[in-house]
Structure formats: C-alpha cells, structure tokens
C-alpha cells in the first residue's frame, strides 16, 4: 500500500542471529512481490522476488514467504551479518513485474556485533 | 554490476532554476522506465511511468509540469525539475525492467537553496 508516516520502525538483531522483516500489502490483484535492500545514499537494491502462485521462494541467506490469504510478505535473513544492516522494502505490483511498482513502508536492520 | 546509470549523483543550485536527470539503461533497452521520490527516513514514491516514444504516466498529485518526463530512446529517460523550489529537495530515483526485477540507479540527491 502506499507508504505513510516519517519514521521507518528499526528491527534490531545481534550479528548471527536470523532476522525477519515483515510486510503488509494492500492490493489483492498484486501477483508480484519482491524486497529491496536500500543503503544510505543508494538506489534500492534487488534481494528477492516471489510471484503470487508460490507461497515461498529462498535465496542465498534469505527466504520469503508469501500469505495470500491475509496479504503478509515476509523476509528471512538467516545468520544476519553487521553487511546486512540497512532499510528493507517490500514492493507489490499487478500484472507481472514489468508494471510499476509500490512501496512499502520499509524497516531498518540494525545489526549488533 | 550496475545496469541503470543516473547522472548526476547530486545538485545543488538555487531557487528557480531548473534541473534534468538522466536515467540510462546499460547494455539492454528499456521501453519502460520508472521516476521516484524519496524524502529522507520515508519510502519510495512512484512519480511517473516513462514511456518511450511517447507520453509518461504521472501519478495523482504529481504535477506534469513541473517534473518532465522525457523518454526520447530506448536507454535514455530524462527528469527535468522546472523552476525547482526548496520543497522539490529530495532524493530523486529511477528503475528500468530488464526482464524481472526492476532495477534502479543510485539516485539523484537534489538540494535547491
């Protein structure tokens, strides 16, 4: 859905522990979903993508897992890294990922050595 | 490596001036790319929809005018910023399709005094 509010909610996990973000998204025709990694000063950056006929999809380190039911995305970072710190938003699109894209709100990962 | 170029990184310039960003798609055509707004600590917001060879698709509430769109080949979008004010200080980002996932530029930081 569209995002809202001036402050991002921080996540905060001890280096090696497993993170997981979480994200609510709002349009039942979005078949599309993918999480970026966003760092200070940079563009967002691709983590994973999931499409809504899979109910969850891994990576390297990370996994998502995606409820249609009560329209929940979340992102599991397994043994989180001091590198993994950073902003993590959740998109959803219509119509295959080629349409555009809406944000989430976005969480801040603050990993703790 | 990267796949979408923004240019320039950052502007500073004075109230009433008028500002373009380029978006570049590396090694592959984009006949679609996408225009964002990021205010610091909020998420991205979608501006425009860029359509090459013809007219971009603005969001609602985004002034067509004020923040032009121009889609003149396959790897190259512009974003002029007209007579920009302080209150069009932001950070400014575009993305390109290529195949699935969107990616997206680093980012113009605009700072208008």
Same mark, same amino acid.
């Given at each position: ?113 | ?30 006949? @679609? ?6 205010? &610091?600590?909020? /998420? ?6 860029? $359509?090459? +060879? ?23 979008? @512009? ?6 004010? &302080?209150?069009? /200080? ?6 390109? $399709?290529? +195949? ?14």
């Amino acid at each position: 859905g569209e995002s809202v509010g001036l402050h991002l909610p921080t996540l905060s996990v001890q280096e090696g522990d497993n993170s997981i973000i979480n994200c609510a998204y709002s349009n039942s025709a979005s078949d599309y979903f993918i999480w970026y990694k966003q760092e200070s000063g940079k563009g967002p950056q691709f983590i994973i993508d999931i499409r809504s006929n899979m109910d969850k999809r891994q990576g390297q380190r990370v996994t998502v897992l995606l409820n249609k039911t009560v329209k929940h995305l979340s992102l599991q970072i397994a043994a989180t890294q001091p590198g993994d710190s950073a902003v993590y938003f959740c998109a959803e699109a219509a119509g295959g990922g080629y349409n555009k894209l809406i944000f989430g709100a976005g969480t801040r990962l603050a990993v703790h050595p | 490596g990267a796949v979408v170029s923004q240019h320039p990184s950052w502007v500073i310039c004075k109230s009433g001036t008028s500002v373009k960003i380029e978006c570049r798609s590396l090694d592959f055509q984009a006949t @679609t790319m996408f225009w964002y707004r990021q205010f &610091p600590k909020q /998420s991205l917001m979608l501006m425009a929809t860029s $359509n090459e +060879g013809s007219k971009a698709t603005y969001e609602q509430g985004v002034e067509k005018d004020k923040f032009l769109i121009n889609h003149a080949s396959l790897t190259l979008s @512009t974003l002029t910023v007209t007579s920009a004010h &302080p209150e069009d /200080s932001s950070f400014y980002i575009c993305s390109a $399709n290529r +195949g699935q996932p969107q990616h997206f530029g680093d980012g113009t930081r605009l700072s208008i005094l």
